[in-house]
Structures are given as structure tokens and as C-alpha cells.
């Protein structure tokens, strides 16, 4: 028997993943109103687009491969007539070649299975259970407005710098203009205490203020959320955001951010994580400016994965005025909570024992990769989770974080 021609077999794969998205819908949504199984619905032809190909990763996901040119960034109103930067035009220059790379490389879960070709980025399917477990529809993968706090406001009263249901251990550098960061995530799975609550280690990029509601922020790094991707597993993310977080922004791949990445499945599973005492994982991450297009590009592992074209931003679209490095808690009974932040275990346990992100660097004007300045650390709550930071020959500036929340000293 023949081969099918190329087309077909992409007809015949579309087909099937509409047939099992509408059949899994039916199922899912039983017992939900019909206007509500109309929003989710909706909002799943606008998150997931037809595929060209489909792999089923070992930890639950599938994992889409989409025509490039069809993914959810261009649903974003000021993108529709966007020409895709497909590298950037230039990389941050180093200065500091002698600063340890990653020893222990970490991969996706879903690579077990299979890669996506040229021309073609990998997307996590959004499931209808997915968007059911969100406190609502609308809501479903964006943070609450005014949930996080303005932590570019660490000299300023414009906000506390702890907000009611969060909790933080984190580094704060503030400059008048920076273009970017890199550093080195240490990868951990910590243990959450309830569906709904979150950790994460992460960085933001911002510019702006919540007191003007233009707080813009571009942020990537590892969670754990349940409540989001319905398991356990240690995810990489990404966030942005142009009017602190009231309407704009979003999770992932949602319209805004375009991947030209034919590897990377943002969303997926990163593997494998470290362990107390054992084998240390670490994962570099950077974004900048790209001097000539104005994109903030982000780079994974090495590897370009795409960008936050400068048009969707405001503040952003010149340059960012602080970066944050570290780790947060989100829940309802953040104080009360045992979920923990990074491996779980206080700063001061050092090496193997604690989360630590090393090798903390800011882009600079020149587009050359510097030590941050003026670092401030933040730990509201110190008894529960805490941060502290340090410099060395190796690791540059650094910062050990986390904590097990609720204990003895954690009221």
C-alpha cells in the first residue's frame, strides 16, 4: 500500500485531535452548565491549534507540534500582521567565562517520545480538566490581579513587599536601566500541601509601578502547580505581564510570546530534579534585549526558545529598572501552609541541602553580562521560608532559599 501524501497524513492527525478534544470534552464537562462548556470550549480552540503532529509524553502530557505560524501568540491583537524574528540579532557578551555551566544537563520527559520537525514549535495541549480546576474560566492560567507584589518597589511604600497568600525568599537588584538576565536554577520538586497552591523558582524582568498600573514584567523558571497542570511535576514557565496583572498577561504560550524553539515545550516537564544530600540539577536561563528588533528573547538551556515582541509591552518596551531572583509560596493559607519553597529546607543548610540559584548576572547597556548591584534580599516571613546570598570565584553572586512553611517558628 501506498504512503499518504504528506498533506493527508497532517488532515487525518487534525482530524483525530479534534474528534478526541471534543470527545474528552463531552466527558469532562458533565454536570457543567452549557454556557460554561461553551467559554471552556471556546477558549480551547483559541489555546489549541491543530496540529501537524502529536506525541504522548510518559508523564501524561501530549505535546503538539504546530505549524509555527499558527501558534496562540498571533491571536494577540498587536501581533496579527507580526513578521517572526527567527534568532535574535545578537547574544549578551560574557565576561565571565570562568563561572561554572551546568555539570548535570536536565531534559523534558517528552523527548522519551519523540521531537517535533522544522518549521513546527511543541505546545502542551490544554485539557478541558485543566481549565475546570482554575477558580474560573477567565481566570484560568493568569495570576491574580495585584497578587504579587511590587518588588521593584523594595526603597518605596507603593505596596508591602509581602502580599496576603504569598510568600517569598528573594533577591532584588534595582538599576536604572538593564536590559536583561541570566542565571542558574537549581532544580527541585517540593512538596505541595494543597491542589491550589504553587511554588516556584523563578525571575523577573520589570519596569514600572503598581501605584501607576503599569507594572510590566517578563518572568521565567520552574513551578510546581497542581492546581495548573494537574500533577506534581517540576514544570518550566513563563509570565508576563503590561498593567500588573490586572488584564493582560498570561502563563506559557498564550498570545504574546512567540516560539521559534522546535525542541523546547514550555509548560513541559523538566527532569531529572535534584536530591537532598545527592546529585545537584541546574538549569540556565536568560533573557534580554535584542539591541536591534527591541524583543526580549528568552534562552533555555542554552537554547533560544523565542521572545516577548517589545510591542505588547509599555514600560518594557525601553528597558527594564530591576530584576528579582528567587523562590515564592502561593496559598490561601500562605503562614499555615507546609508547601515548600525550593528543596524545602532552610538557606543555611548550604549545598545539596538547600535551593540555591548561582551565577545571578544582568545585561547592561552594552549588552554585555555583568554582576548585579545594590542586591537586596526579601523574606517577610523569615521563620517559614528565608533567602541569603553570597560571591564566589565560582558561582559569582549567588542565593541559597526556602523553607518548609509551617513549623514550630512558622506561626
Same mark, same amino acid.
Given at each position: 500500500?501506498?504512503?499518504?501524501?504528506t498533506?493527508?497524513?497532517?488532515?487525518?492527525?487534525?482530524?483525530?485531535?479534534?474528534f478526541?478534544?471534543?470527545?474528552?470534552?463531552?466527558?469532562?464537562?458533565?454536570?457543567?452548565?452549557?454556557?460554561?462548556?461553551?467559554?471552556?470550549?471556546s477558549?480551547?480552540?483559541?489555546?489549541?491549534?491543530?496540529p501537524l503532529a502529536t506525541?504522548?509524553?510518559p508523564?501524561?502530557d501530549i505535546i503538539?507540534?504546530v505549524?509555527?505560524t499558527?501558534?496562540?501568540?498571533?491571536d494577540?491583537p498587536l501581533l496579527?500582521?507580526h513578521t517572526?524574528?527567527?534568532?535574535p540579532?545578537?547574544?549578551p557578551r560574557?565576561?565571565?567565562?570562568n563561572y561554572?555551566?551546568t555539570?548535570?544537563p536536565?531534559?523534558q520527559?517528552?523527548?522519551q517520545?519523540?521531537?517535533?520537525?522544522e518549521?513546527?514549535?511543541?505546545?502542551?495541549?490544554?485539557?478541558?480538566?485543566d481549565?475546570?480546576?482554575?477558580s474560573?474560566?477567565?481566570m484560568?492560567?493568569?495570576?491574580?490581579?495585584r497578587?504579587i507584589?511590587?518588588l521593584?518597589?523594595?526603597?518605596?511604600?507603593?505596596?508591602?513587599?509581602?502580599?496576603?497568600g504569598?510568600?517569598y525568599?528573594?533577591a532584588a537588584a534595582?538599576?536604572?536601566?538593564?536590559?536583561g538576565?541570566?542565571?542558574?536554577f537549581?532544580?527541585?520538586k517540593p512538596?505541595?500541601a494543597r491542589?491550589?497552591?504553587?511554588s516556584?523558582?523563578?525571575?523577573?524582568?520589570?519596569? %514600572?509601578?503598581?501605584s *501607576?498600573?503599569d507594572?510590566n #514584567? @517578563?518572568?521565567?523558571?520552574w $513551578?510546581?502547580?497542581?492546581?495548573?497542570?494537574?500533577?506534581?511535576?517540576t514544570?518550566?514557565?513563563?509570565y508576563?505581564?503590561r498593567?500588573?496583572y490586572?488584564?493582560?498577561g498570561?502563563y506559557?504560550l498564550c498570545?504574546g510570546?512567540?516560539?521559534?524553539?522546535t525542541?523546547?515545550?514550555i509548560?513541559?516537564?523538566?527532569?531529572?530534579?535534584s536530591?537532598?544530600?545527592?546529585?545537584?540539577?541546574?538549569?540556565d536561563?536568560m533573557?534580554?534585549?535584542?539591541?536591534q528588533?527591541g524583543?526580549?528573547?528568552?534562552q533555555?538551556? %542554552?537554547?533560544?526558545v *523565542?521572545?516577548?515582541p517589545? #510591542? @505588547?509591552?509599555?514600560?518594557? $518596551?525601553?528597558?527594564a529598572?530591576?530584576?528579582e531572583w528567587g523562590g515564592e509560596?502561593?496559598?490561601p493559607?500562605?503562614?499555615?501552609?507546609?508547601?515548600q519553597?525550593?528543596?524545602?529546607?532552610?538557606?543555611?543548610?548550604?549545598f545539596?541541602?538547600a535551593s540555591?540559584?548561582?551565577?545571578l548576572?544582568v545585561v547592561?547597556?552594552?549588552?554585555?553580562?555583568?554582576?548585579?548591584?545594590?542586591?537586596?534580599l526579601?523574606?517577610p516571613d523569615s521563620?517559614?521560608y528565608n533567602?541569603q546570598?553570597?560571591?564566589s570565584s565560582?558561582? %559569582?553572586?549567588?542565593?541559597?532559599?526556602g523553607?518548609?512553611?509551617k513549623?514550630p517558628n512558622?506561626?
Amino acid at each position: 500500500m501506498a504512503a499518504l501524501p504528506t498533506c493527508l497524513v497532517a488532515l487525518v492527525v487534525a482530524l483525530g485531535f479534534l474528534f478526541v478534544r471534543q470527545g474528552s470534552a463531552a466527558r469532562t464537562t458533565a454536570g457543567v452548565s452549557v454556557e460554561q462548556r461553551q467559554e471552556v470550549e471556546s477558549l480551547l480552540r483559541r489555546l489549541n491549534k491543530p496540529p501537524l503532529a502529536t506525541i504522548e509524553s510518559p508523564d501524561g502530557d501530549i505535546i503538539d507540534c504546530v505549524d509555527i505560524t499558527k501558534q496562540p501568540a498571533f491571536d494577540h491583537p498587536l501581533l496579527k500582521n507580526h513578521t517572526i524574528q527567527m534568532r535574535p540579532s545578537y547574544h549578551p557578551r560574557s565576561l565571565y567565562q570562568n563561572y561554572n555551566s551546568t555539570s548535570h544537563p536536565i531534559t523534558q520527559t517528552w523527548h522519551q517520545n519523540g521531537k517535533c520537525h522544522e518549521n513546527t514549535i511543541p505546545i502542551r495541549r490544554t485539557m478541558v480538566e485543566d481549565v475546570l480546576r482554575a477558580s474560573s474560566i477567565s481566570m484560568y492560567g493568569k495570576k491574580r490581579p495585584r497578587s504579587i507584589p511590587n518588588l521593584n518597589s523594595i526603597n518605596r511604600p507603593d505596596t508591602p513587599n509581602a502580599v496576603k497568600g504569598h510568600q517569598y525568599g528573594v533577591a532584588a537588584a534595582q538599576d536604572t536601566k538593564c536590559y536583561g538576565t541570566k542565571a542558574s536554577f537549581n532544580l527541585w520538586k517540593p512538596t505541595i500541601a494543597r491542589a491550589n497552591d504553587f511554588s516556584l523558582s523563578q525571575f523577573w524582568v520589570s519596569a %514600572g509601578s503598581y501605584s *501607576g498600573n503599569d507594572l510590566n #514584567t @517578563i518572568e521565567a523558571g520552574w $513551578q510546581v502547580y497542581p492546581g495548573m497542570y494537574g500533577d506534581s511535576n517540576t514544570r518550566l514557565f513563563i509570565y508576563w505581564t503590561r498593567d500588573a496583572y490586572e488584564h493582560t498577561g498570561c502563563y506559557n504560550l498564550c498570545s504574546g510570546f512567540v516560539q521559534t524553539n522546535t525542541q523546547i515545550a514550555i509548560g513541559g516537564t523538566l527532569s531529572p530534579d535534584s536530591t537532598y544530600g545527592g546529585t545537584q540539577y541546574d538549569i540556565d536561563i536568560m533573557a534580554w534585549k535584542d539591541p536591534q528588533s527591541g524583543n526580549w528573547w528568552l534562552q533555555v538551556g %542554552g537554547n533560544d526558545v *523565542g521572545y516577548w515582541p517589545s #510591542t @505588547i509591552f509599555t514600560t518594557l $518596551q525601553h528597558s527594564a529598572s530591576s530584576v528579582e531572583w528567587g523562590g515564592e509560596v502561593a496559598s490561601p493559607d500562605a503562614g499555615q501552609t507546609s508547601t515548600q519553597m525550593g528543596s524545602g529546607h532552610f538557606p543555611n543548610e548550604g549545598f545539596g541541602k538547600a535551593s540555591h540559584i548561582k551565577n545571578l548576572l544582568v545585561v547592561d547597556s552594552s549588552n554585555t553580562l555583568r554582576d548585579p548591584s545594590g542586591v537586596n534580599l526579601i523574606a517577610p516571613d523569615s521563620n517559614c521560608y528565608n533567602v541569603q546570598s553570597g560571591t564566589s570565584s565560582n558561582w %559569582g553572586r549567588y542565593i541559597y532559599f526556602g523553607g518548609p512553611g509551617k513549623n514550630p517558628n512558622c506561626p
